[in-house]
């Protein structure tokens, strides 16, 4: 079975501040690892995928197999950060269900 | 390109009724996924249609069922409703070779 954990669901910082949002998975084969972002009255959209292993919007994010973990992070949180984020994995192969996450609300002080 | 879009954005059922939610993907994507959302267990994979056959299917009793046309335009189809039912439905299209999936802004139904 395919799992996602993220153990906070609410998490504070001030801008300028460095950020980490935690994500651990379970499955048993090579799975696709994603970070979505919903920010406030807007739709879920993809904020980075392991895969391509690009920087966005000063976001990036390692996969650990070992520690079966795809924690975001961003060493300088603006306030335009503050928003909903999911962590978010497919099986691979043909399964491209997206499971998710519960999500972690995000909140940049000034 | 236009994104996802999705019809209606609310609805209120009472127990019992059923409902047909509609979701139109970007054009030139093949698969729609529907998930679920609810503060309880947050988004859960319903369904995801590709070339009009399902293709892969979640957890959800047979009281949700979908299908997709030509055009690749879906629709899903949820029959006696609980109140448990009650939960943002949102649809996310794609090209279909487990490419990225962009979302819709949801259909937000009530089941009094």
């Known amino acids: 079975a395919q799992r996602v954990t993220q153990p906070e669901k609410l998490l504070s910082v001030f801008k300028g501040a460095p950020v980490e949002l935690k994500c651990n998975y379970s499955?048993?084969?090579?799975?696709?690892l994603f970070w979505y972002v919903q920010y406030s009255r807007q739709r879920l959209q993809l904020l980075l995928r392991?895969?391509s292993r690009e920087s966005i919007k000063g976001f990036t994010a390692d996969l650990n197999k070992g520690e079966t973990s795809f924690h975001l992070k961003k060493p300088f949180a603006q306030e335009e950060d503050s928003a909903m984020y999911y962590c978010?994995?497919?099986?691979?192969?043909?399964?491209?269900?997206?499971?998710f996450g519960k999500g972690t609300l995000l909140t940049v002080n000034p | 390109k236009a994104g996802v879009t999705q019809t209606p954005r609310y609805l209120i059922k009472t127990r019992g009724q059923q409902v047909t939610l509609s979701c139109s993907p970007i054009?030139?994507?093949?698969?729609v996924s529907w998930y679920q959302q609810t503060p309880g267990q947050g988004l859960q994979f319903l369904f995801e249609?590709?070339?009009?056959?399902?293709?892969n299917k979640g957890n959800f009793p047979g009281r949700f069922s979908g299908r997709q046309f030509s055009n690749s335009r879906s629709e899903m189809n949820v029959s006696t409703l609980e109140l448990g039912d009650s939960a943002l439905y949102l649809c996310?299209?794609?090209?279909?070779?487990?490419?990225?999936?962009?979302f819709g802004p949801g259909t937000r139904l009530l089941v009094l």
């Open positions: 996310a299209s794609s090209s279909g070779g487990g490419e990225t999936q962009y």
């Open positions: 499955y048993s084969g090579s799975p696709e």
């Open positions: 054009s030139g994507h093949r698969s």
């Open positions: 978010a994995l497919t099986g691979g192969g043909s399964n491209y269900k997206l499971t």
């Open positions: 249609y590709f070339s009009e056959t399902q293709r």
């Open positions: 392991h895969i």
